[in-house]
């Protein structure tokens, strides 16, 4: 008589493989569990992460799967450590339907206001999404006339438009932890055009390229769903009455509704100063200021693999860097790590500059970029304004300009040479990728003067693990948006901001999210309890 067998979920941690494909997933998990294979009945790969620690790189998976077992071979496979029964967490039901005399608002058309207004739908209440930046097609060629020839358009460009900031970015989707909201974002972002591993991938990225055909879709997806949108709209005050929101102006029209989602992103500080104005309580907030450094990719790869040729089947390295610095109390960190990248000039105001980092999705170029930051603290800028931070990245952003021979060139030093203390000469344009073009100087009269020497402890204890890090590396500043400075308080149940119902900030802006994911997050969860 045949033993009787049962289909149980497991989950499966630490397996190691080199392939990438779903039958070498899974013909490995048979053998590691000592099953046939046909018992096998699905695999789903939870995460996947590239080890790179050994000379033979092999990707690390965790799996779900479902596997016909009789009683003795799940005790058997149960009492592996790696093995344990897998119940996936639901995603919590959204809060109940909306029923509102007037439509709410969305500002802001990044990740953090897109999801609050899938959200809200999903309540039964589409909303009006405003946006001060225009489209994707007329954002890119703002965009390449301020890189090519330094002509600013401050209301469509790199940071204001549809996608938000994210959409000139690496597309990074990283976020910490896992939840089921953002299951439910990366999965949105599948259904509209994204790459399927990204629902996996430790270090997963969409790439500007494709960021620009995802967003288009996921605002027709909304679209369709009874969502208006309109561009080139900015939110130039709200109407606030007895605690409550009333109303909205964008330009000479007032419209009425009870609940403004605000996702701002880090960058409109206007409207953040306006809000400030209408009794939104805002608390100044820690963020980071520093440079991008720059090298050759080949340098990367070969520190971090050991093997130049690795990044045909793995593409290209990159890295994570920290350094505590002791003598200042500082953290210095590397951040948006962009293998393959460009470095880019991010400006919204006018005689103001400060840098980011872009990639393409297949990360092809021959450079690799990174910011190399310093903590800050409220107590360094703080004056008694909550907007204080604002004003402190406003600050270093004019003098990064000024810097500039020409317009919205950006300063650049040799890594050694800042090391020295000297400005460097004879830097050519073309030794980095940023433009329109760069202009040698020593950024230490850039930079504030209190992470000067925390930049340089840093540089030198992270040449220790990548060899050549100072002598091959070329910075370019300043980065100063890292996060926002600000926190807009709100009520940690309702999302609302204290004291003014049906105000609702959310995302980067608010100082609630780092990110595209944690953004889109962020505004998921808002748009649900909202109301």
């Given at each position: 008589m045949a033993a009787h067998s049962e289909t149980y979920r497991l989950k499966i941690t630490g397996l190691r493989l080199g392939g990438t494909d779903g039958p070498s997933v899974q013909g490995e998990l048979a053998r590691a569990l000592c099953v046939p294979c046909e018992r096998i009945q699905s695999v789903c790969i939870l995460r996947r992460s590239l080890d790179a620690r050994q000379r033979t790189l092999v990707y690390e998976y965790s799996l779900a799967a479902d596997i016909c077992l009789t009683a003795e071979e799940f005790e058997r496979i149960s009492a592996d450590s790696r093995v344990s029964l897998y119940s996936e967490e639901p995603l919590p039901p959204a809060g109940p339907g909306l029923s509102l005399p007037e439509r709410p608002v969305v500002a802001g058309c990044g990740p953090a206001g897109l999801f609050a207004a899938l959200a809200l739908v999903e309540r039964g209440c589409p909303p009006l999404v405003i946006e001060r930046g225009g489209r994707i097609a007329d954002r890119v060629r703002a965009v390449q006339a301020f890189w090519k020839r330094g002509e600013l358009d401050t209301e469509s460009n790199v940071v204001f438009g549809e996608g938000g900031a994210g959409t000139f970015s690496d597309g990074k989707l990283t976020a910490r932890g896992s939840s089921p909201f953002k299951l439910r974002v990366l999965e949105?972002?599948?259904?509209?055009?994204?790459?399927?591993?990204?629902?996996?991938?430790?270090?997963?990225?969409?790439?500007?390229?494709?960021?620009?055909?995802?967003?288009?879709?996921?605002?027709?997806?909304?679209?369709?769903?009874?969502?208006?949108?309109?561009?080139?709209?900015?939110?130039?005050?709200?109407?606030?009455?007895?605690?409550?929101?009333?109303?909205?102006?964008?330009?000479?029209?007032?419209?009425?509704?009870?609940?403004?989602?605000?996702?701002?992103?880090?960058?409109?500080?206007?409207?953040?100063?306006?809000?400030?104005?209408?009794?939104?309580?805002?608390?100044?907030?820690?963020?980071?200021?520093?440079?991008?450094?720059?090298?050759?990719?080949?340098?990367?790869?070969?520190?971090?693999?050991?093997?130049?040729?690795?990044?045909?089947?793995?593409?290209?390295?990159?890295?994570?860097?920290?350094?505590?610095?002791?003598?200042?109390?500082?953290?210095?960190?590397?951040?948006?790590?962009?293998?393959?990248?460009?470095?880019?000039?991010?400006?919204?105001?006018?005689?103001?500059?400060?840098?980011?980092?872009?990639?393409?999705?297949?990360?092809?170029?021959?450079?690799?970029?990174?910011?190399?930051?310093?903590?800050?603290?409220?107590?360094?800028?703080?004056?008694?304004?909550?907007?204080?931070?604002?004003?402190?990245?406003?600050?270093?952003?004019?003098?990064?300009y000024a810097a500039g021979a020409m317009p919205y060139y950006a300063p650049a030093q040799r890594a050694a040479d800042f090391m020295r203390g000297r400005a460097s000469t004879g830097l050519p344009c073309e030794d980095v990728s940023y433009t329109p073009g760069i202009s040698p100087v020593d950024l230490a009269g850039v930079l504030p003067g209190f992470i000067i020497e925390p930049l340089r402890r840093a540089l030198a204890a992270f040449d220790k693990k990548i060899h050549g890090f100072i002598e091959q590396g070329i910075l370019i500043g300043a980065e100063t948006r890292t996060s926002s400075p600000v926190r807009m308080l709100r009520d940690p149940e309702t999302f609302q901001a204290e004291g003014i119902a049906g105000l609702v900030p959310v995302g980067e802006g608010a100082g609630y999210a780092g990110g595209i994911v944690s953004s889109a997050v962020d505004g998921l969860r808002a748009g649900w309890r909202a109301g």
């Open positions: 949105e972002l599948v259904a509209c055009g994204a790459e399927s591993d990204i629902l996996f991938d430790t270090r997963a990225h969409v790439g500007t390229d494709r960021l620009r055909r995802v967003i288009p879709a996921l605002v027709e997806r909304l679209q369709q769903r009874g969502v208006e949108f309109r561009f080139n709209t900015r939110m130039d005050d709200v109407v606030i009455e007895q605690g409550r929101v009333r109303a909205v102006r964008i330009g000479g029209e007032v419209l009425a509704t009870g609940i403004v989602v605000l996702a701002l992103g880090h960058s409109a500080r206007d409207t953040v100063r306006m809000l400030a104005r209408r009794g939104m309580r805002i608390q100044p907030k820690g963020f980071a200021v520093g440079t991008r450094i720059e090298h050759p990719q080949e340098l990367i790869d070969l520190a971090m693999r050991r093997n130049k040729s690795a990044r045909g089947a793995y593409g290209p390295a990159d890295y994570a860097l920290k350094h505590q610095d002791t003598a200042s109390g500082r953290g210095v960190y590397s951040f948006c790590m962009c293998p393959g990248g460009l470095v880019i000039g991010c400006a919204s105001q006018p005689e103001t500059l400060c840098v980011n980092g872009m990639s393409f999705s297949n990360r092809a170029g021959s450079r690799a970029n990174a910011a190399i930051v310093a903590t800050i603290a409220p107590d360094d800028f703080e004056t008694g304004d909550p907007l204080s931070g604002i004003a402190f990245q406003e600050h270093i952003e004019r003098l990064v």
